[in-house]
């Protein structure tokens, strides 16, 4: 063996070493205490059987939580399907001597001022997930993983075959329509 | 993106969602800045874009939290896990 520490699985061990902090990670990205105790029998079988493929590289937990990570946005994708068929409305001309400018009634209006201090508010918080609820599935998955689940943008990319600017596009287009339900619904109605 | 220094609204608001997330890089940024000067629509849609920020981290993000299994879990997927190995 190398100088490099090399390390080894031992599954006898894994619910009491990692468990627990394995069940963390998950409910905080789930919010469903038996829909994360799922994820983390899964993850666990997942490893499992992918055992012959671990080369000693990462550490032991380190290997469960990529394998985890994998399974939560699984998870995403599934809940994902077959909500909010709403297309994304497009804000700038997409061609023609004013390509790339503002679509004049898609232009932001001012906000009321004391609606944008309000931030704490509960109905705030209802009008954002019912906004992120209307947003296409594709948006909603991409912009999910980013901000709530703070997945790194090269990760997310691998997960779901994308480059990294058609993300950065649904991103931007997510937050478009994000904007637009927000001000509609909350800070200019 | 290409070199330009001058950009459309499009490519102004894209930047200025990627510096959301600290990912645009220092061209974009000045290319941004640059942009920003003269157009007072993305200034505005600019100064939305970090109060939507604020609302999403304010009630989105998740907390951090100390949850842990019961005994009776663990028991649970331990057995589960040996039936599996075998």
Redesign the interface.
């Known amino acids: 063996m190398s100088e490099n520490q090399q390390h080894t699985l031992d599954p006898n061990k894994w619910i009491d070493l990692h468990s627990d902090y394995l069940f963390n990670y998950t409910i905080t990205r789930v919010d469903n205490e038996e829909l994360a105790k799922d994820i983390v029998q899964e993850t666990f079988f997942s490893g499992l059987k992918a055992m012959q493929n671990f080369r000693g590289q990462a550490a032991e937990r380190t290997w469960l939580i990529s394998i985890l990570k994998r399974k939560i946005i699984d998870h995403y994708r599934k809940i994902n399907s077959n909500k909010g068929k709403a297309e994304v409305r497009i804000n700038f001309y997409e061609e023609g001597g004013r390509k790339g400018s503002w679509i004049e009634e898609r232009v932001p209006r001012t906000w009321d001022n004391e609606a944008e201090k309000d931030i704490e508010n509960v109905e705030l918080k209802q009008t954002l997930e019912k906004c992120i609820q209307n947003l296409p599935e594709k948006y909603r998955t991409v912009f999910l993983l980013k901000n709530v689940q703070q997945y790194e943008t090269e990760e997310i990319c691998n997960e779901l075959g994308i480059t990294a600017s058609n993300l950065w596009v649904i991103i931007h287009r997510a937050r478009q329509q994000l904007r637009k339900c927000m001000e509609d619904n909350w800070f200019a109605k | ?1 290409s070199n330009k220094l001058f ?5 102004a ?2 930047i200025c ?2 510096n ?2 600290k ?1 645009a890089s220092f061209w974009e940024k000045i290319r941004l800045n640059i942009h920003l000067l003269t157009c007072k ?1 993305c200034g ?2 600019s100064k ?2 970090t ?2 920020s ?3 981290d ?12 019961s005994e009776k ?2 028991e649970v ?2 057995k ?2 040996a039936e ?2 075998k």
Do not use: G, S
């Open positions: 993106m950009i459309t609204c499009d490519e608001t894209t969602t990627k959301q997330y990912e629509i505005l849609y939305q874009n109060k939507l604020e609302v999403c304010k009630h989105l993000l998740k907390k951090d939290c100390d949850y842990k299994l879990d663990k997927l331990k589960k896990l599996a190995d």
